[in-house]
Each structure stands twice: as C-alpha cells, then as structure tokens.
C-alpha cells in the first residue's frame, strides 16, 4: 500500500478495493451458490478482508479474496449437508444473472459440459472454474487452490483429459448378433 492511504486512510483505501472488486467476488459466489447466497458470501468474504487488511497482497488481491470466498462457500457446502439441503456442492443448473442471454442452441452442449465438470473432483472442478469462470491465469489459479503452479498445470492437464473423456465417450460395445434364420446370403458367406 504505498501511499494511497495516506490522504484518505484505510477506510478509503478499503472503499475503493471493495467497489472494484465485490461484483467479481459475487459472481464468483453466484456460479457457486445460487443468488440465495452471492451477496452474503460476498460480504462475508470483504468482511474477512477487512480484518485481515494487513495481509491483502495489494499487487494482485483478486486472487487471495477468491481463496476467502472459496472458504467461505466450502464451509457453507458443508453446513448444507449437514442439514441436509444439498446432496452434491455442484448443481448441474449453473447460475446465471437474472436477464443473460441463455441462446437455445447452446443450451445441449452447456448441460453437457456441465454434467462433466460436476463429475470431476472438487479441487480440479474449481481449478477449471477459476480459469474459464474468473478469467485467472494459471499461476493465480494455483494461489486460491494453495497449491505450486507446477501441481496446478498437472491438475488441469489430467482435468481436461478427463472432461474430454466425459464429453467424448466412446462409442457403445456393438450388441451380440441373436441368432438369425440362415437366409441365402448368410449361407453363402459362411461357406468357403
């Protein structure tokens, strides 16, 4: 913080990072939880930041306030299947902002894709989310996880693979033949 809280404090310095960054910390909490939750989950998050103002990394905070918002929404994860309100922490529906655009003919391939990320593990799930979602590069990908940006590359090629697999199945096995009436034509094939 090198000399912005000088002529108007922290609070001011407080201000303008949070007016810069809640609505990407809301649709982070949005994609995730639904808009039940976004908002809290958001103030919630800013809440933490504001505590813990000496540990912002004020070169690249987005980053460290989606590591608080990941915890957050975690904990609130677990809560809701200890009450029994959720069965899985990834809904298949996705979330959108009341209003966006959902064109028809994307609608297939976005359940697809969809149904794949939810068959990943958590931490590969938010890894791709984290990419594709809030647009972070890799390295800053690996800092909300807690993880290198060695383990992180590793973690995506195996998640992409797997994503590929699932959105790509192979073929089903052909069925057994039921045993046909011989007719002519079979006839001829099987003799020599």
């Keep these: 913080m090198s000399g912005d809280g000088a002529e108007d404090g922290a609070g001011g310095v407080f201000t303008r990072f949070f007016t810069r960054h809640y609505d990407d910390v809301r649709r982070y909490a949005l994609r995730r939880l639904g808009p039940d939750s ?24 987005l980053p460290w306030l989606y590591g608080v918002a990941r915890n957050i929404v975690r904990a609130r ?29 994307a609608v297939a391939e976005r359940d697809s894709a969809l149904r794949a990320l939810s068959r990943l593990g958590e931490t590969d799930r938010e890894l791709i989310m984290l990419l594709a979602w809030e647009g ?20 995506l090629y195996r998640a992409r693979r797997r994503i590929e697999r699932l959105l790509d199945p192979p073929p089903p096995a052909p ?10 034509r079979t006839a001829l094939k099987e003799k020599p």
């Excluded at 103030?43 to 930041?49: G, I, K, N, Q, Y």
């Excluded at 677990?78 to 902002?97: A, I, K």
């Excluded at 069925?175 to 002519?184: F, G, M, V, Y």
Aim: charged share 30%; aromatic share 8%; net charge negative.
């Design 136 to 155: 972070l590069e890799l390295r800053d990908a690996a800092r909300v996880l807690g993880c290198t940006a060695a383990t992180a590359r590793v973690r």
């Design 38 to 61: 976004a908002d809290d989950v958001a103030a919630e998050t800013f809440s933490v930041a504001w505590r813990r103002f000496d540990r912002v990394p004020w070169d690249e905070p």
């Design 77 to 105: 994860f677990r809560e809701m299947r200890r009450q029994g309100e959720m069965s899985t922490p990834f809904s298949e529906d996705g979330h959108r902002e009341p209003g966006a655009p959902d064109p028809t003919g």
């Design 175 to 184: 069925r057994p033949a039921a045993a046909a009436p011989a007719t002519a």
